[in-house]
Antibody, heavy 124, light 109 residues
């Protein structure tokens, strides 16, 4: 079965860059029938989609309007994983960050497999 | 942008009872791209229902979904102890952001 394993620091200082990685087992980051996503959850913002990457003859990288310019989602085919980088973080970026798999076409934003989540606190 | 409003905020029931959770959309759905997720404390959300009424793999048949337009419902026919959790509805498709509702907490009475 498909499993996602997350890694990365749980504490980031304000103005610095948040970096998380999601390692995939049981599927491929290059699978052209799925999409790899980052989602966060906080009491103030609820569940919020952040960005995604997917392969359709070439790589596509997309991010949410609310965080555009600060977020990048990138694949790493050599390690079968994908990453989230969010720069210029503030305490408002404190949240649990999840990686998740979406489907194809109209199910692109239907998340059937989730990572366990990483609590990231932004504090000095 | 679509807004999904879930009610009630908290539902207190006993095991064996029937649970009815509501999800109301700010705009009418032109398709059936409505999903429900269950989230237990300290865990990631788990996909329960997609396409308004289709159960995801491994989801027991006591979970059912229905609705159309702006009003959608998740029903749990006979609550088991493991069903007490937070439930979220979500609009999905191919275009972000894939809006989630704010959640309904189902707690033991």
């Amino acid at each position: 079965q498909v499993q996602l394993q997350q890694s990365g620091p749980g504490l980031v200082k304000p103005s610095q860059t948040l970096s998380l990685t999601c390692a995939i087992s049981g599927d491929s980051v290059s699978n052209n029938r799925v999409i790899w996503n980052w989602i966060r959850q906080s009491p103030s913002r609820g569940l919020e989609w952040l960005g995604r990457t997917y392969y359709r003859s070439k790589w596509y990288l997309e991010s949410a309007v609310s965080v555009r310019g600060r977020v990048s989602v990138n694949p790493d085919t050599s390690k079968n994983q994908f990453s989230l980088q969010m720069n210029s973080v503030t305490p408002e970026d404190t949240a649990i960050y999840y990686c998740a798999r979406g489907g194809y076409g109209s199910t692109a934003l239907l998340f059937d497999v989730w990572g366990p989540g990483t609590l990231v606190t932004v504090s000095s | 942008e679509m807004v999904l409003t879930q009610s009630p905020g908290t539902l207190s029931l006993s095991p064996g009872e029937r649970a009815t959770l509501s999800c109301r959309a700010s705009q009418s759905f032109i398709n059936s791209h409505l999903a429900w997720y269950q989230q237990k404390l300290g865990q990631a959300p788990r996909l329960l229902i997609y396409g308004v009424s289709s159960r995801a793999t491994g989801i027991p048949d006591r979970f059912s979904g229905y609705g159309s337009g702006t009003d959608f419902t998740l029903t749990i026919s006979r609550l088991e102890p493991e069903d007490f959790a937070v439930y979220y509805c979500q609009q999905y498709g191919d275009t972000p952001p894939g809006t989630f509702g704010q959640g309904t907490k189902l707690e033991i009475k």
